[in-house]
């Protein structure tokens, strides 16, 4: 079993970056595809990006696309979301999640859970 846990999430300025950083335990990490999600106050949790069990294969919300990087190293058991141009709009809770199967953008088929880190963006 994958245990979660993210990392990196502080206040920055609007226009600021961060780099967010979800660590796995156990020894299967590269058998589970990697979403991240976020969950702004009073909101329901919203898919941001997910990345296949290789990496070769990306997804991206809308709202972020071309901001927002998501990449993986199977080697350090980690996944990443580099996020630049940060927005007020990207305030919120981010997770990171693990999958082994179903739809990259669907929360439903995610069944591992980080704790989550927040990110606080100022204008």
Do not use: H
């Amino acid at each position: 079993q994958v245990q979660l846990v993210e990392s990196g999430g502080r206040l920055v300025q609007a226009g600021g970056s961060l780099r967010l950083s979800c660590a796995a335990s156990g020894r299967t990490f590269s058998m589970y595809a990697m979403g991240w999600f976020r969950q702004a106050p009073g909101k329901e949790r919203d898919f941001v990006a997910a990345t296949s069990r290789s990496g070769g294969t990306i997804y991206y919300a809308d709202s972020v696309k071309g901001r927002f990087t998501i990449s993986r190293d199977n080697a350090k058991n980690t996944v990443y979301l580099q996020m630049n141009s940060l927005k007020p709009e990207d305030t919120a809770v981010y997770y990171c999640a693990a999958q082994r199967a179903g739809g990259p953008r669907s929360i439903d088929d995610y069944n591992l859970w980080g704790q989550g880190t927040q990110v606080t963006v100022s204008s």
